[in-house]
């Protein structure tokens, strides 16, 4: 029998890494499953998770609770996979962010909660990890106060502290829960600190709803019933985010959590924000057309495809007929089941609201919508950040290439953050993710998955050479072996162009002193000759070649003859024209703190940035500037180190400019240093 959208939560966990979601995730899951403690492994179930003790993906667990279908997604809390958490927030209707008692606010949290305000998703707050040492409940509930604003208010209290942590104490219930055993007395000694929770619990919910405002200030008692209504529609509205007491260790809390997700978290038809590409929201209705949102792929090389909907609006069952529009084609939907982490229960129907999983839809692909043929709509794919760390991939071993890159793409299908791309300046295939870690990770699971070895190195910065000066110059090309010869002669001139202008050739033979069948060969060998130059090798640019005069032979010239001739002009020409070195520079956006922007500054003029302008957004100050790209090679790193990476940026190509005289060494050095390094 299929659940209907009033009575299912869709909620994620978010958070810094260390601060628990798993292990809270894998407590709910155990609890409502009947057990008394976690199913440990249940979501952190690949090799690369269990050997680094981290999540490294998002993982999707189905459990009910009290009348409720709970879908809880499980998010990895390092700053180099948190594409996942961001995708997340789109598809849930609640976010649970989790925060660790001894450091509650780290760059993650931050920026997992801003991407939250962007879309509009309610919040509750777990404070986790209460049973360690020098932990305080009120301090962190200040903490979150201070950061993220005055709706953040307890909706329990910890009972005991550090090691002597007990249990939860409920200030709407006014009920305690030490050991399993409920009591309606206010534990000994906490009677003042429930009585200032309570206050400040409760001027918030009368502050979420006019009536009970109206009631408040007259002094009359709002009844529990009211309290918890009211709790629930400022979750929904986003006027309350409550915060929870937790050890997810021990096991204190985690019931607590899941009775707030069922009781009071908002259902996917309380929150109606799902919006298509032309900009027409899209119902959250189980009677409404169909449309259902892929927002995760999983790629196993036995078992195939599986992708992970979020279905939006309407009903379907197995075998359901249906339209990808990217595509155009047709899909029909397989067996559709409900994941508990790598495990899958089977489900006739799905309804609005709920979270699917279906194996081998054949053209489907991560961020797609899927159908009806007569009600086609796609909707929104979400924004993910910005590669700041890239690789030039290939395969170790000729003949694997296909084997290669068909490993990489099925990856990339996996995980959106990740980009494949090809530099048309280098002739590189670029892989590039949030951080090294997860480019390295993308490339270890490609080795242990599909058996094959990818070689991976730091991308070539495709410097360009021109000139600065006018030159003539001669390419007499003469060949005698016996019988018929070859010979041609071109004389040209050449001018540098502005920059960006790239290549102009001129005809300018008179009196036919080089036949007109042979101009166009002349053209070919200057064009084949300007692809290495006189300085380093690099191709060179932004020059105009005037064929002004030559010579040929009646017998021995020919297209060969003078294509070699053009080359040698071209050649003796550039280095009589003063060639120089061109870098690229690219365009810098750095967003951080404003306290931060002197350090940042001072790194970008180091790197021989030049500052373009300051700007504030939000709270935060945008700096803009223009870098050489050959000293960008590790700013991701830096920034990170010199930030504590509470700074993220943005690079676009740029322009490219001459490289100062006494840095032409410096910088071919550096850029022929990262061409040997390679990532293992």
Same mark, same amino acid.
């Given at each position: ?65 009290k ?37 509650p ?47 953040i ?11 002597d ?41 009368a502050?979420?709803d ?29 006027l309350?985010?409550? &915060?929870?007491? /937790?050890? =997810?260790?021990?096991? *204190?809390? !985690?019931?607590? #959590?899941? @009775? ?86 089977? &489900?006739?129907? /799905?309804? =609005?609201?709920?979270? *699917?999983? !279906?194996?081998? #839809?054949? @053209? ?7 159908c ?12 993910l ?22 490993a ?47 070689? =991976? ?38 001018s ?23 101009i ?140 100062p005289p ?19």
């Amino acid at each position: 029998m299929a659940v209907e959208t009033e009575t299912i939560r869709n909620v994620c966990l978010i958070g810094h890494r260390g601060s628990g979601k798993t292990s809270i995730a894998e407590g709910m899951i155990g609890l409502a499953s009947g057990r008394s403690g976690p199913t440990s492994g249940v979501l952190d179930y690949t090799d690369e998770e269990r050997e680094r003790g981290m999540t490294l993906g998002m993982s999707v667990a189905h459990l009910g609770w009290k009348g409720r279908q709970v879908n809880v997604l499980d998010t990895p809390g390092d700053g180099g996979f948190v594409g996942d958490a961001f995708v997340a927030q789109r598809v849930a209707d609640c976010a649970i962010l989790v925060v660790h008692a001894q450091d509650p606010i780290q760059v993650v949290t931050e920026r997992v909660w801003r991407r939250g305000e962007k879309e509009g998703i309610p919040h509750v707050i777990v404070v986790n990890h209460l049973d360690r040492e020098r932990t305080d409940f009120g301090a962190v509930i200040e903490e979150l106060r201070s950061r993220f604003g005055q709706a953040i208010v307890p909706l329990n209290l910890p009972i005991g502290r550090e090691n002597d942590l007990r249990g939860i104490y409920g200030l709407l219930s006014g009920t305690a829960f030490v050991d399993g055993e409920q009591s309606s007395e206010i534990p000994s000694g906490m009677e003042d600190e429930v009585d200032a929770a309570k206050t400040q619990l409760f001027e918030a919910i009368a502050e979420s709803d006019d009536t009970l405002l109206e009631k408040y200030l007259e002094g009359e008692e709002i009844s529990t019933e009211e309290a918890f209504e009211g709790i629930r529609k400022g979750i929904a509205e986003g006027l309350i985010i409550p &915060v929870l007491a /937790a050890s =997810a260790e021990r096991m *204190i809390g !985690v019931d607590r #959590l899941l @009775d707030v997700i069922a009781g009071s978290a908002p259902s996917p038809a309380d929150r109606s924000r799902w919006i298509t590409e032309e900009g027409e929201e899209v119902p959250c209705d189980s009677d409404g057309p169909f449309a259902a949102y892929a927002f995760k792929t999983y790629v196993d090389p036995y078992a195939g495809r599986l992708s992970v909907l979020r279905v939006v609006s309407g009903r379907c069952r197995s075998d359901e007929a249906l339209t990808n529009p990217r595509t155009g084609s047709s899909e029909r939907l397989g067996g559709i089941s409900h994941l508990v982490g790598k495990e899958r229960d089977s &489900v006739d129907e /799905a309804v =609005a609201g709920d979270i *699917i999983a !279906v194996a081998k #839809l054949r @053209d489907t692909a991560t961020f797609d919508t899927l159908c009806k043929p007569e009600k086609p709509m796609t909707l929104e794919p979400v924004e993910l950040p910005e590669p700041t760390a890239a690789f030039a991939v290939g395969a170790k071993a000729r003949g694997e290439e296909e084997k290669v890159f068909d490993a990489i793409r099925r990856i990339v299908d996996e995980d959106p953050s990740l980009k494949l791309e090809r530099s048309e300046a280098t002739g590189e295939d670029i892989l590039a993710g949030l951080a090294q870690m997860h480019v390295e990770l993308a490339l270890e699971r490609i080795e242990h998955r599909y058996g094959v070895e990818v070689e =991976a190195r730091p991308p070539k910065v495709p410097f360009m050479e021109t000139i600065t000066g006018s030159a003539q110059a001669q390419g007499r090309y003469k060949k005698q072996t016996g019988g018929r010869g070859q010979f041609g002669d071109a004389r040209i001139e050449l001018s540098p162009l502005p920059r960006g202008s790239g290549f102009e050739f001129e005809n300018a033979i008179v009196g036919g002193a080089i036949p007109r069948q042979f101009i166009p060969a002349v053209e070919k060998g200057i064009i084949e000759a300007m692809r290495e130059g006189s300085i380093a090798g690099y191709p060179v640019v932004d020059v105009k070649v005037r064929l002004h005069d030559g010579a040929f032979h009646t017998v021995d010239s020919s297209e060969m003859a003078f294509k070699v001739a053009g080359s040698m002009a071209f050649k003796n020409a550039v280095e009589k024209a003063h060639p120089v070195l061109l870098e690229p520079y690219v365009k810098v956006e750095v967003l951080a703190p404003s306290e931060l922007v002197g350090d940042i500054m001072g790194d970008l003029s180091s790197r021989r940035g030049r500052p373009m302008g300051i700007e504030q957004r939000g709270e935060r100050q945008v700096i803009q500037a223009e870098v050489p790209q050959i000293e960008m090679l590790t700013y991701a790193r830096d920034l990170r180190s010199i930030t504590g990476g509470r700074a993220n940026f943005h690079v676009e190509p740029g322009h490219y400019e001459e490289v100062p005289p006494n840095l032409v060494d410096k910088v071919l050095a550096a850029n022929e240093r990262e061409e040997e390094k390679a990532v293992t």
